[in-house]
């Protein structure tokens, strides 16, 4: 092993890690507020399979959720940088501004629809 390229990819790693734990904390605090909210409202518990709300499954700048889901898992290959995700959207076929809406918009779905990061969450871990 190249012991010089372990320490590189170390070190993108921790330089990643600021924006994942960011990006982490941002879901859970989405998560414990669409709990409460259930909490609030007797007969409202989640479903494991809750339904995106109509029109939050269409496509944000021509990409997918299922072509969102497949960057997103991508980006593993280049240690989680988020300034490498055009690139990484590139060789799916998506523009640098394509990818910058869609990221922004499928992030906002998935944080304000269960059923969209349900959705997500199942091709993210298929």
Known sequence: MNIGKAFGDMKDMMQAAPGMIRSANEIAAAAQAQAAQYQA??????????????????????????????????????????????????????SSADWGLAQKGWGDRIRADRGVGIAFNKLYTA
């Open 41 to 94: 409202q007797p007969g409202m518990a989640p479903t494991p399979d809750a339904a995106p709300q109509p029109g939050n499954l269409e496509p944000i700048a021509g990409v997918t959720l299922e072509i969102y889901a497949l960057i997103s898992k991508d980006m593993a290959s280049v240690g989680y940088d988020q300034a490498r995700g055009a690139e990484v959207a590139a060789r799916h076929g998506v």
